[in-house]
């Protein structure tokens, strides 16, 4: 079992950056694929970035790509997501995900059922 507490989420001008983090329980962390999703008001979750277990490999939604960066640091149990040049289309709440996801590739990572535990979410608002 895996719990996730994600923590960075505000509100921030069009432009501004914020740093999102996953901090994960439990002694396995590094075993688990980890991955970023965010869902707007009305709209369906989406992928928005993944890394593998070891970091060594990372994937990201075209609409985040050169903006936003994943990392993790397997010794904290940690997951971050640095987003920069934000856009009043990056509103949503970002949830972090862990799995043992089965296959390589974006098109793997980028789907929602490869992962089996989620956290509650962050807010992020950007103003235009």
């Known amino acids: 079992q895996v719990q996730l507490v994600e923590s960075g989420g505000g509100l921030v001008q069009a432009g501004g950056s914020l740093r999102l983090s996953c901090a994960a329980s439990?002694?396995?962390?590094?075993?688990?694929?980890m991955g970023w999703f965010r869902q707007a008001p009305g709209k369906e979750r989406e992928f928005v970035s993944g890394?593998?277990?070891?970091?060594?490999?990372?994937y990201y939604a075209d609409s985040v790509k050169g903006r936003f960066t994943i990392s993790r640091d397997n010794a904290k149990n940690l997951v971050y997501l640095q987003m920069n040049s934000l856009k009043p289309e990056d509103t949503a709440v970002y949830h972090c995900?862990?799995?043992?996801?089965?296959?390589?590739?974006?098109?793997?990572?980028?789907?929602?059922?490869?992962?089996?535990?989620w956290g509650q979410g962050t807010q992020v608002t950007v103003s235009s």
């Open positions: 439990g002694r396995t962390f590094s075993s688990y694929s």
């Open positions: 890394i593998t277990r070891s970091g060594a490999r990372t």
């Open positions: 995900a862990a799995g043992q996801v089965s296959c390589s590739g974006y098109g793997c990572y980028a789907r929602v059922n490869e992962y089996d535990y």
